[in-house]
């Protein structure tokens, strides 16, 4: 028997079968089907509930698989509107913070009436988490001059080294290369607060130069001098952290934690001295 002849039987088979259980469905729901219909409906129901339940749970299969789909479409769009959210809390989060930033600055311009001060932002720094030395977006043209003070609503930050015209160098206070003429808040005392290699990386000064018999104590307020003529009088600088004595014992020094977060510079304010 050829191939095509195979198939046509299989093909005519399938369709009695289908016609008989058509037959037998309608027997089994026609009151009116004589006995030997309802015997047949009887006997091939419950083949006929099988075909249909397997019919149904195809079909339930196909609409499940329509279903992830659609779970996975709208899964993909929930996380990108969570993603959209998540970057505009971040945004809102760095306004807030700059926000502050510019309002301490313009509280500590209000509060230092007597100095002429202009508002800058931080725009180079060399590598690394520490800002030694760093770029300022004013220059000649907004009147700043090499040696003019820079400080923050925070502290003392350094002063001005090179100045472009729309651009200047600053030397921060941590610099090894750095030296601020300060007095000790509560002893009156004059000392010089220097940076240093390996204290700058922590963010903390030197305090050397101390007067013979001044008692320093962890926690007393150092601010500058004002001696100088560089650094206005009064501006802080930070607090002793830790007394120490020289490798002779004969004078001592003290590690200044600064005021300012050499991490983390973003504004600053210039001291225009009008040389």
Same mark, same amino acid.
């Given at each position: 028997?050829g191939?095509?002849?195979? &198939?046509?039987?299989?093909?005519l088979?399938l369709t009695? #079968? #289908?016609? #008989?259980?058509?037959?037998?469905s ?25 075909f249909?339940y397997?019919?149904n749970?195809?079909?339930?299969f196909f609409d ?9 479409s ?5 996380? +990108? ?6 970057e505009q809390?971040r945004?809102m989060?760095?306004? *807030?913070?700059?926000n502050?930033r &510019? ?12 100095l002429?001060?202009v508002?800058c ?8 988490n520490w800002f030694? /030395?760093f770029t @300022?977006? *004013? ?8 040696? +003019?003070a ?12 090179? !100045?472009?015209?729309?651009?200047? *160098?600053?030397l /921060?206070? #941590? $610099?090894a %290369? ?8 509560r002893?009156?005392?004059?000392? @010089?607060?220097?940076?240093?290699l390996?204290?700058? %990386? ?6 050397n ?6 008692s &320093?104590v962890?926690? %007393?307020?150092?601010?500058?001098s004002g001696?100088?003529g560089i ?6 600088i930070? /607090?002793? &952290?830790?007394?120490?004595?020289d ?7 003290? !590690?200044? $934690?600064?005021a300012v ?8 304010? !210039?001291?225009?001295?009008g040389?």
């Open positions: 028997m191939k095509h002849r195979k &198939l046509n039987l299989i093909l088979v009695v #079968i #289908i016609f #008989i259980m058509m037959g037998v309608f027997a089994a729901n026609n009151s009116s089907v004589s006995t030997p219909g309802s015997i047949l409906g009887t006997v091939f129901r419950p083949a006929w509930q099988f249909s397997v019919g749970g195809v079909g339930g499940y698989l329509g279903d992830m789909r659609n779970f996975q709208e899964n993909l769009e929930l996380k +990108d509107q969570v993603a959209a959210l998540s809390v945004e989060d760095g306004y *807030k913070q700059e502050e &510019l309002r301490r600055l313009l509280e500590l311009s209000s509060r230092e009436e007597g002429d001060m508002g932002e931080v725009i180079a720094k060399d590598p690394g030694y /030395t @300022i977006d *004013k220059g000649s043209h907004a009147g700043l001059a090499i040696d +003019d820079v400080i923050s609503d925070r502290g003392l930050v350094g002063r001005i080294t090179e !100045v472009g015209p729309n651009w200047s *160098k600053v /921060t206070i #941590i $610099d %290369d750095s030296s601020v003429g300060a007095l000790v808040n002893t009156q005392s004059f000392a @010089i607060v220097d940076g240093d390996t204290l700058g %990386d922590h963010g903390q000064c030197q305090l130069h101390i007067a013979a018999g001044n &320093l962890p926690g %007393d307020t150092i601010v500058t001696l100088g650094y206005p009088e009064g501006i802080l930070g /607090t002793v &952290l830790e007394v120490k004595s490798s002779l014992g004969y004078s001592q020094y003290a !590690v200044v $934690d600064t977060d050499f991490e983390r510079i973003r504004e600053v304010m !210039v001291v225009r001295n040389r």
